[in-house]
């Protein structure tokens, strides 16, 4: 169908963009969401489908019945959303599963399956800027994990080494199973050259698991980026709350090769032809053979629904949208002196998406985070981001600085408020009054660190809390009272009856 709607319809159409909180100097404002890397607001016309499909919900392992015919055929639906946005090639050569709650437990399944597959391969080899997600299911199954450098010099460093990837499958020739890299950091943004490094792992018959959690809802992405089969990703998992689609499950699309003649690693309900007491035979047919158990019906529907409305606006103009903003936060913050940004902001050098981080001299990331939202209504993240040694290796000037060893393998060693950054990321929604109030908030800030400073407490670890101004999350949204006046309108519409 054709799409009359443009990318600015779309963007007005997410729940969450008009919330309103009141701020430290008593003022009403509109919440400024900057933290689209940990989850993304919900995008509504997607919710809608969903929403109309629980008029017909049944479980999708019955079959006879209207409703179980409508709900099947819908969730069949989304698994095509899924591999028409990836665009494999051949459609009989990958699969699309959904499971679990984001691409964290497929990341798991991958790893115990791919190093099943091949155990005689021992080593993966995991980029350093990996997310937690995409590093220890790796250090969990395989024999040896192997951490691939990167390029640039901390706190400009850049995407993989692809040099020093290649001397490391030459130094582990014939014992590299997997590379396991994330397309796009979730702490810089910065993109990887997953097809080029496909390319690298097949000549080594390795394969490649991509983590596109950070990139899938950002820019396009193809299994191959010329068609052939060389650079063809051999897995990839993204997860449906970075999608605009919370409640989702994750997503995993894997050559079906890679699972064929292989016991599925979970068992369950709706993956079996036959079970008798003592054996059981498995359905050959994909995916339902990797999906045990009653799936996420209104979940994969709603994510589908949001696949299919980024095709229809197109994925290159969303990147270019999003670029245009990422221009703009990283001139504006490069701007302003006290600002350290990490990874290289150089976008025509290192290619990112939109995710900043950064520090501001002097000032901990705990106490900046909560500065921006107590005045500002801006909302950030701050710490680590689930990815310890890649935010260590990018803050190692600054803990050398500090006389800490990043490279201690005790953690304590680091102190908690130095160890971190404040990261502002974008979606789809954003604005430039978005960026605008994030660099103001950050001017306002470094004009008056004393003051600021004054009116916080620090815990020690890493956490600030205002002295006088606090507002309890109760006060905004009480599941209880909410679910009473629900139970109250219904008796009221009761007695009417
Ligand atoms: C790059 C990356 N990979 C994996 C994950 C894990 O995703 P989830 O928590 O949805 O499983 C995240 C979440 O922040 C991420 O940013």
């Known amino acids: 169908m054709p799409f009359d709607s443009s990318l600015n319809d779309i963007k007005k ?3 969450g963009i008009a919330t309103r909180y009141r701020v430290a100097n008593g003022r009403e404002t509109c919440r400024h969401y900057l933290d689209s890397a940990a989850s993304t607001l919900e995008m509504k016309c997607a919710r809608q489908i969903a929403d109309e499909l629980l008029r017909h919900y049944a479980n999708t392992h019955s079959q006879a019945h209207f409703s179980a015919r409508i709900v099947n055929g819908a969730y069949d639906w989304a698994h095509q ?9 051949d459609l009989r050569r990958h699969i699309a599963c ?7 437990a497929l990341l798991n399944r991958l790893a115990r399956m791919l190093t099943a597959r091949r155990p005689e391969r021992d080593i993966v080899l995991v980029s350093l800027m990996e997310h937690h997600a995409n590093d220890l299911p790796h250090r ?3 024999r040896g994990v192997v951490h691939i450098p990167l390029t640039g010099e901390a706190p ?8 020093a990837l290649e001397r490391l499958l030459e130094q582990y020739r014939d014992r590299v199973n997997y590379i396991a890299i994330s397309a796009a950091s979730n702490v810089t943004g910065i993109v990887n050259p997953v097809h080029g490094i496909a390319a690298l792992a097949h000549a080594h018959d390795a394969w490649v698991v991509v983590d596109a959690s950070q990139f899938i809802a950002h820019a396009p992405l193809a299994l191959s980026d010329n068609g052939t089969v060389e650079r063809e990703l051999d897995a990839v998992a993204f997860s449906g709350h970075k999608l605009y689609a919370p409640g989702s499950p994750g997503v995993m699309v894997v050559r079906q090769i890679l699972l064929e003649g292989q016991e599925p690693d979970e068992l369950g309900g709706g993956m079996v032809d036959d079970v008798s007491l003592s054996n059981y035979q498995i359905t050959g047919y994909f995916p339902d053979r990797e999906e045990a158990g009653t799936p996420n019906i209104p979940g994969a529907v709603q994510l589908g629904a949001v696949l299919n409305v980024l095709q229809r606006i197109g994925m290159g103009s969303i990147h270019a949208a999003e670029q245009r903003l990422l221009r703009r936060l ?4 490069l701007a302003i002196p006290g600002v350290r940004i990490y990874g290289d902001p150089d976008l025509d050098r290192t290619p990112r998406l939109g995710v900043v981080s950064f520090n501001l001299a002097g000032l901990e990331h705990g106490l900046v985070a909560a500065m921006l939202n107590d005045y500002h209504n801006v909302a950030v993240r701050n710490g680590c981001f689930c990815a310890h040694p890649y935010v260590r290796e990018l803050l190692k000037p600054e803990l050398w600085e500090l006389d800490l060893d990043p490279d201690a393998d005790d953690a304590d060693a680091l102190i908690k408020p130095w160890q971190g950054m404040v990261r502002a990321s974008l979606g789809l ?4 009054a978005d960026i605008d109030a994030l660099l103001n908030g950050v001017h306002d800030l470094l004009a008056n660190p004393a003051y600021y400073r004054a009116q916080y407490q620090g815990d020690g670890a890493g956490n600030f809390c205002h002295r006088s101004f606090t507002v309890s999350a109760k006060s905004l949204f009480d599941p209880e009272a909410m679910l009473d006046q629900a139970l109250a309108s219904l008796s009221v519409s009761t007695d009417v009856l």
């Open 81 to 89: 959303q899924v591999l028409n946005f990836v665009r494999p090639g």
């Open 13 to 15: 159409d997410f729940l």
């Open 429 to 432: 929604y954003s604005t430039d």
């Open 156 to 163: 400009a460093l850049g995407a993989i080494d692809l040099t």
């Open 330 to 333: 990283l001139t504006g913050l």
């Open 140 to 142: 969990k199954h395989a």
């Open 98 to 104: 959904l499971a679990g709650a984001g691409s964290t």
